[in-house]
C-alpha cells in the first residue's frame, strides 16, 4: 500500500476508534454491558468494513489508475449493502443493545468517511506527472504558440 493511502487510512482509523470507546463509555453508562457490547461490535463492524474497503481499492486501481471513480463507488456501495445485510440479519438479536449498535455504527461511518476525505484533501497527491514533459525531444516548433490569443 502507498504511503499515502496508508497515512489516509490511519488518519481515519484512529479518530473512528477514539470515537468507538468514547461511544462504548457512553453506551455502557445508558445501557449497562449489552449497550457497551453493542456499540463494540459497531466500531468493529465499520473499522472492518471501510478498512477493507480502502485496501479493496488500493489493489483494484493499482494497475489501472483510471478507474479509480468507478472502482471508489463500487467499493462504497458494496460496504453499504454489506452494512445493510449486518443490520437486518441482527435486528432481532438479544445479544446486544440494538440502538447503541446503530447509533455506533452510525457515528463512526461518518466519522470514517469524513477524516478519509480530509486525509485525501491533504495528502498533496499529483494527479498530473509535472517529470512526464522534461527529458523529452520536444522543440519549440512542436509547442502550440500563444499567436491569436487575445490579452
Known sequence: MPSNDARILRGAAI???VAGVIAMAISFAVAGGKGALGALFGTLLVMAFFSSGQVALDRLTRSNPHIMMAAALL???TQILLVGIVLAVFKDTDLFNRQAFAFTLLGCALIWTGFQV??????KMFYV????GSGSSETKADKPSDKGRQQ
Open 75 to 77: 467499493v462504497y456501495t
Open 129 to 132: 506527472d509535472p517529470d512526464a
Open 15 to 17: 479518530p473512528t476508534a
Open 118 to 123: 480530509r486525509g485525501a484533501l491533504k495528502a
